[in-house]
């Protein structure tokens, strides 16, 4: 009886702690869900009203943290910086600075050098960080890439140093030569000799100052106001009579064909300094005794058929390394004969800027000590006519265009040989 009165009484009492036990539990659930979870500050819409729609248009990546520096808000931009990841904030000086602007309320701003993921070749992302405080307890972040613009600023820096370069050096030739015809007063053959020389500087002054002009009003690539049909004869005309007096010196034959009946849509002055600067090139860096073809033809294309124009030398070519800089600005495959030749190293820039604000491109195959094949590619103007009737017939080639090295480039019709 002893043993069966203590198990009962054993049994009350564990029944009773159970129910004390759930009771208790039931309490506590009840009160923790009553409760604010700091899950629910970050899941629930915890910004100032309106904040949301001003971040949304905003053009600087923005993020919202909370005081426990967890991210409440963060835009899409601000992923593909890499700013936020897992949640946090990523970047370390960033989040010092929320840090410190939520415990004084001070507005803060850095700007920063930043890794780029996946490049694997230490690129730096540039960008401006400002960091405000939004409420009581969070903390706006909005960052700017500023990349593009000191790219920009870069690129503007290296333009004033080169054309500073190329100004002082035929200005100071012209200061020297004249001192020198000053001293030379009573040899009148010195005098003749040293204002042949300042003639030649001031015409490759004058030939730079002209194609700044030129390149700064098309380097910008905008739509072409007062466009209108320009005739690729006239075109290639204008080229060679640019040129005729500097093939005739070095005795060079320049071949012409395929241009009759074909016309482009643009500028005619932009287009002529186009084509001319790439005739002039051909025949600056051409031997003596050589060729020089220009030959043009319509393709089809996509969106309406192109005219090309390509201009064919038998010059010293041009390297794999050098072909993928020569339409930059300044830049010389060889400066000695490009000073020799008077070259400014701006033809090339001015070419392709040319072609892109006409919807066109200009390509380049070269191969050392072969020559060069440049083609223009440019929209034609009006309607697309009858291939078949326009084309003539392609084994009516002359011995001129025969005699031309052999380049990557599709037969053309016959060309005319220019005295």
Not at 197 to 208: D, G, H, K, P
Not at 381 to 386: I, L, S, T, V
């Amino acid at each position: 009886m002893d043993v069966n009165a203590a198990v009962a009484a054993a049994a009350a009492i564990a029944g009773v702690l159970t129910g004390v036990i759930a009771m208790l539990a039931f309490r506590w659930s009840e009160r923790e869900q009553k409760r604010p979870t700091r899950t629910s500050l970050h899941t629930d819409p915890v910004l100032p009203p309106g904040v949301d729609t001003v971040l949304s248009v905003l053009r600087s990546s923005a993020v919202v943290l909370d005081e426990a520096d967890a991210v409440v808000k963060a835009s899409s931009a601000a992923y593909a910086l890499g700013l936020v990841r897992g949640g946090k904030l990523s970047v370390e000086p960033m989040l010092q600075m929320a840090r410190d602007t939520r415990r004084d309320g001070e507005i803060r701003q850095v700007e920063l050098d930043l890794p780029r993921r996946g490049t694997g070749r230490g690129e730096a992302l540039a960008v401006s960080a400002r960091v405000a405080p939004l409420g009581s307890r969070l903390v706006l972040l909005l960052v700017e890439d500023l990349t593009e613009a000191r790219r920009i600023e870069a690129v503007r820096r290296d333009f004033v140093a080169n054309v500073s370069h190329e100004l002082k050096t035929p200005v100071g030739a012209l200061s020297l030569l004249s001192e020198a015809v000053m001293d030379a007063s009573e040899d009148p053959e010195a005098v003749e000799r040293f204002a042949g020389r300042m003639q030649i500087e001031a015409t490759r002054l004058t030939s730079l100052v002209q194609e700044l002009i030129d390149l700064s009003r098309v380097q910008n690539d905008d739509p072409l106001e007062d466009a209108e049909p320009v005739r690729m004869d006239e075109l290639v005309a204008e080229a060679v009579d640019r040129c005729r007096h500097a093939a005739g010196a070095k005795q060079i034959t320049m071949a012409a064909g395929g241009a009759a009946d074909l016309s482009v849509w643009g500028n005619r002055g932009q287009l002529a300094a186009a084509l001319g600067n790439l005739v002039e090139n051909a025949v600056n860096y051409s031997p003596a005794r050589t060729r020089v073809g220009i030959a043009a033809r319509r393709v089809t294309a996509p969106g309406g058929d192109m005219i090309e124009v390509a201009v064919t030398d038998q010059g010293i070519g041009i390297s794999d390394k050098d072909k993928e800089r020569i339409f930059e600005r300044f830049y010389r495959v060889d400066p000695a004969r490009s000073r020799a030749t008077g070259g400014t190293g701006l033809g090339l820039a001015i070419v392709k800027h040319v072609a892109a604000s006409h919807g066109g491109e200009v390509t380049v195959w070269s191969s050392e000590g072969q020559g060069s094949t440049f083609t223009l590619r440019l929209p034609e103007a009006g309607a697309a006519r009858d291939r078949a009737h326009q084309h003539p017939d392609l084994d009516d080639l002359d011995d001129e265009a025969d005699d031309l090295t052999p380049q990557p480039y599709e037969p053309l019709p016959s060309p005319e040989v220019l005295p």
